[in-house]
């Protein structure tokens, strides 16, 4: 299935040979990172995660985080990367090792060369490592920047790889979201946390 056709569609594929006996968690993690994918404990269950596109699980605003502030800062340099090296078992040349440079050439002009290197597990093509290391640079582009806050026990609802949505007011200049703070039975009336 290699070729153009294999190169535009997004899927996976892993061959896997395992011929000693390894930590199991350790073989899962690693299975895992080749489509993006995390293991981990929770409540005593082995759970898996994965990088795709899926709904907000929760929105945080001004008034659910810790005096309202959110805090941001930007990728730094280290994690910018611009080149990545991809390493993988080329199963149309007797699974020999070898080695696919994916590089961007803007990110190269803004950063200069920060390369990568990834351990292509269980990839078997050049357009298998050619997609992660275009995912990499990708993520790279895209994932600039980073926001801290300290919320309440609401976010303990949250789990390993939940997308949440940060809406906050002071840096979009917009006030979408709000918190209720009382309600009056008698009159009818519900008191939010802000003059509308």
Known sequence: HDGYQDFLEPRFSCNLLMNNQSEGLKALTDLASIFRGIFYFKNGLLNLN???KKATSYVFTNSNVKDGVFNYSSANKETS???IKVSYLDKTDN???KIVYVEDSELI???GLIEKEILGFGITSKYQAERIGKWFLATSKLESQTVSFVTGIEATNLKIGDIVRVADNLKFNAQK???VTSLDFNNNYIYVDREL
């Open 50 to 52: 994965t990088d795709v």
């Open 81 to 83: 990367f611009t080149v």
């Open 95 to 97: 699974f020999k090792d």
């Open 109 to 111: 002009r803004k950063y």
């Open 177 to 179: 979201f709000g918190r």
